[in-house]
């Protein structure tokens, strides 16, 4: 599986059991990228989607279902379990540091940092897409 999270600096994805941020632009280009392929996730991320936005298939055990060519959103759980099953990791990052109590578990020194790119979104700036590889 392809997996996918939204970080800040610190590698935080949820505070107080939300997400620390939010953006648009990112939402379009994270369903341009995925194409044709499945994208999974659970209730809670498909909730920033707008209804009519295709491919997106919901499910509270999505990272345990997805196969090996999909792509997973993961915003508030732990992704650590799920690490064997990964081919490549793609982080967005926020460039800034915001409160956290859930953080993103893979330890990215085991992956190599294959591309990064940074876009001008809607609600920040800059962000960096970070693409990792085994």
Known sequence: MILIAC??????MLFNSRRQS?????RARLLKLCGT?????NAYSRGQFDKTAE?????EDFMAKAGS?????????S???YEKE??????????????????FDIDL??????????????SHDKITEEVYVK
């Not at 491919?55 to 499910?59: A, F, W």
């Open 69 to 77: 060519d999909d792509y997973c959103f993961a915003e508030n759980i």
């Open 79 to 81: 992704v650590k379990p």
């Open 7 to 12: 970080v800040d600096d610190n590698l935080g």
């Open 86 to 103: 990964v081919q490549k990791i793609i982080l967005y990052r926020w460039n800034r540091v915001y409160p956290a109590d859930l953080y």
């Open 109 to 122: 020194k085991n992956w190599h940092l294959k591309e990064s790119n940074d876009f001008a979104g809607s």
């Open 55 to 59: 491919g997106i298939t919901v499910d």
């Open 22 to 26: 939010m953006d648009r632009i990112l």
């Open 37 to 41: 392929h499945k994208l999974w996730m």
